[in-house]
């Protein structure tokens, strides 16, 4: 008899509401929830691939050992005892020589959120790098700035808003982040349909853009520019509304401002200044949200960014309100379960860059590997991470994990991170687990929980990733960790929540438990600056608006600029080892305007090579005038075809890596975030 199982798609932001049908282990469909308030019945091509990997024979289900080239399967006793011996021997030579990164993944199980601090807490970490610093590090240094917490999101209200404006980000391909907005089409569709814009700025023309009812091309890593442009345009409109009393300051930003041009800068942004007047106009009349993502945070502006898009919703009277930014009631208050985060509390060894929310850049950790000293990483544990294919110069990072005494990696493949390590730890598959959206879901576009049991039973011999990290932290300290399991941890944040639910509660819901859309007027209550006011002018983003007024004095050049893409049928590193999403034509090329490729003698289809400074990459020409011309676009997480990689079907579509071209000493001074958007390259036919 086929059983019929609810649960929640795992793989990205979107926590999407999926039914599996399944008759023993034999995975008979995945279909989308229609009864989802959330994503009401949406799901992409990547919730049926949760059944190739389940079902992946190269998968890994044992520990696996390497001795130089050779691998072999161990039993889990042999690798925590040889692990936690090795461990203390190396930080009894120098307590400060074990470091982390923490991967993407990590989000996407509230299991490992609530266990991974007790392995650092084993290894005394003071060396913290997580896939943070290559994404959203900017943002979360804006929200502690502004609104005192790290973690406190605003959420544009799509389902009510009037212009949706989409600045570096392409959710018709990633199904939107730090926005769990699943089924974006469909959003996007009803607020076209009431009469509403979604405009998209973005040096591609890309899915989203397509369907949206404007586009506007923006040079890459110009959106400062663009954001002050606007902001001021905005802060000089005849119908700006009047602030709530809790917001300070915006006048000193104001002023502030008086030394920019706007001409200037829209000159250099290469959106004309007509337009930015007219987003001005729209975000002003609302209702509207100015949201910016990925494209918009990975640049050495990326904080700065992220307070102008702030500011704007701000002046422009969007902020907590309906239709604008809003700031949810999750079932669990992740705002109220954690510190609101600080900066600078310590420098980095090598470089001096200041910790930020407890980390240091994951662009700096070849460097703190490579050089010697008290405090150089030698042990290293990765959980659920690729920074090889995800960082910066990735090339530089795999050189460096070759030097390391030990390298721990808990993934359940071996691939261009985890071919490094002397022990891969594998967790239980994608079906055999627990899932519950810890961190999405208070960011989601309306207040819900749903919990998730697992639809298999985990296989004879296997661990789930917190038992694994659980596991290590006891050997490694010698001590037994007598916590509560993650589902009573769970239960007791659910009850301790703003709802006093129970786990029991909203498991008894199949799709989900609905408390409906989000509400505005939240705010200053919500806030959690202890003045309970938002300054609009911190210093060191006061002072940041000077470095971007460098920028229009430096001198230009017309080398190609490199940024990234996504594409709906891939994710990150990870998926393409899934023979059902990487089927179809090649997707790992380089997109470039006809214009920009006529001019190199470069047809389509035929094999470029990419320089930078960091290194070079071959791949397929992709000839389109989608991009805007002196842009280029590579996808990230490919390039699988290196020794001791063992994914079959990844290795035959390997693909070549944007990261062996982007540059670990470019980032954002504020967060620590790498700089990936508008990389110079020169690109030319391969030889
Ligand atoms: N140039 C460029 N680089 C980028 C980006 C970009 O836009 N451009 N985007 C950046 C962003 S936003 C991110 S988030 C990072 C991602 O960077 P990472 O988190 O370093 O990389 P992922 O590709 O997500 O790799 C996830 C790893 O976890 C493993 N894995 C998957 N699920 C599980 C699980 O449940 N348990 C365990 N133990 N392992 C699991 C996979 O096999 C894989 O090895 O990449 C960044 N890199
Ligand atoms: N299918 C799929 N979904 C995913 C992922 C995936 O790999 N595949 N990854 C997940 C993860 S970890 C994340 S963080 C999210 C990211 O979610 P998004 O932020 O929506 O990611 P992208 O689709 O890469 O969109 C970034 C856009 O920024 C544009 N861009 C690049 N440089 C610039 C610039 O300088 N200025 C401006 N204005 N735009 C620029 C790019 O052209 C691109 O269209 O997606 C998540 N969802
Ligand atoms: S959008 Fe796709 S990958 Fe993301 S949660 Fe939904 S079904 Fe899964
Ligand atoms: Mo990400």
Known sequence: MPITHHRTCSICEANCGIIVTAEGRDIISIKGDPDNALSRGHICPKATALA?????????????????????????????IEIGERTRDILARDAESAAMYIGNPNAHSYANSLVSGELKKALGLKNIYSASTVDQMPH?????????????????????????????GNPMASNGSVWTVPDFRNRAKALQKRGGQLVVIDPRRTETAKIADRHLFIRPATDGLLLV???????????????????????????????????????????????IKWLADRMVNGPAALYGR???????????????????????????????????????????????????????????HPLVMGEFPAATLAEEIETPGEGQIKALFVVAGNPVLSTPNGRRLDAALESLELMVSIDMYRNATSRRAHYILP?????????????????????????????????????????????????????????????????????????????????????????????????????????????????????????????????KDDRLRLIGRRHVRSNNSWLHNSPRLVKGPERCTLMIHPDDARARNLGDG??????????????????????????????????????????????????????????????DPLSGNAAFSGVPVEVRPAA
């Open 52 to 80: 190739d990997l389940q079902n992946d024979p190269d998968r890994l289900r044992k520990p696996l050992k390497r001795n130089g080239d050779s691998w072999e399967e161990i039993g889990w006793e042999q690798a925590f």
């Open 140 to 168: 979360m240094v804006a929200n502690l700035a502004l609104f005192g917490h790290s973690g406190l999101w605003g959420v544009p209200d799509i389902d009510r808003t009037e212009t949706m404006i989409i600045l570096g």
């Open 229 to 275: 442009a606007l902001l001021k345009a905005v802060l000089a409109h005849p119908a700006r509304p009047a602030l709530p009393d809790y917001i300070d300051n915006l006048d000193a930003v104001a002023d502030t401002l008086s030394g920019f041009d706007s001409a200037i800068c829209a000159a250099q942004t290469g959106v004309p200044l007509g337009d």
């Open 294 to 352: 990925i494209g918009a945070a990975t640049q050495s502006f990326g904080t700065l960014n992220a307070w102008l898009i702030a500011l704007i919703n701000i002046a422009s009277g969007q902020l907590d309100r309906e239709g604008g930014l809003l700031f949810p009631t999750p079932l669990v208050d992740t705002v109220a379960m954690a510190g609101p985060g600080s900066i600078g509390r310590r420098h980095s060894r090598v470089s001096g």
């Open 427 to 555: 967790p239980v598959g994608p079906l055999e687990r627990e899932h519950y959206g810890l961190f999405l879901l208070p960011i989601a576009i309306r207040n819900f929980g749903k919990f998730s049991r697992p639809l298999f039973e985990a296989e004879e011999g296997t661990l789930h990733d917190w038992q694994i990290i659980r596991k290590l932290a006891e050997t490694i300290s010698g001590l037994p960790i007598e916590r509560a399991t993650p589902r009573e941890a769970l239960d007791n944040l659910l009850k301790a929540g703003p709802y006093a639910i129970s786990l029991a509660e909203v498991e008894a819901e199949p799709s989900g438990k609905d408390f409906g859309p989000l509400q505005a007027g939240r705010f200053p209550e919500r806030l959690r600056t202890p003045t309970k006011r938002i300054d609009c002018a911190p210093a060191n983003l006061i002072a940041d608006l000077e470095r971007l007024h460098e920028t229009l004095a430096q001198a």
């Open 606 to 667: 035929s094999l470029a090579e990419v320089a930078s400074k960091s290194g070079a990459i071959r791949l397929p020409v992709e000839v389109t005038d989608d991009m805007m011309p002196g842009t280029v676009s590579i996808p990230h997480g490919w390039g699988h075809n290196l020794p001791g990689v063992s994914m079959a079907v990844a290795q035959a579509h390997a693909g070549a890596s944007i990261n062996d071209l982007t540059e670990e000493d470019a980032l």
